[in-house]
């Protein structure tokens, strides 16, 4: 019977562990994406041409009465139809 959870099994495909910090009352995780692209919201059209870096952080997702913090740390990528509206698309 297996028992022990590897961290990255907890977090959704495609992402992956940058640092983790364990306090008192207090998990800090960050993670980034490992996509090489992705689709723009707008046409659909995959692009892999990298814009810039962003994070994003979710926070006080309680578990087992322990704070939990998530910093995100995504691409965004432009969108290289030139009829589409949207320069960039995270
Ligand atoms: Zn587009």
């Known amino acids: 019977m297996r028992t ?9 495909r495609g992402l992956r562990i ?5 306090e008192p009352g207090r998990v800090s995780i960050s993670v980034s994406s490992g996509a090489e692209g992705c689709g723009c919201q707008l046409s659909g059209r995959h692009s892999s041409r990298a814009h ?3 994070h994003r952080n979710v926070s006080d997702l309680p578990w087992h009465g322990i704070s939990v913090e998530l910093e995100v740390r995504a691409r965004r990528f432009f969108c290289d139809d030139p009829s589409c509206e949207r320069v960039t698309s995270p």
Do not use: D, T
């Open 52 to 54: 810039s870096r962003y």
């Open 4 to 12: 022990a959870v590897e961290a990255h099994e907890l977090l959704p």
């Open 18 to 22: 940058e640092g983790l910090s364990i």
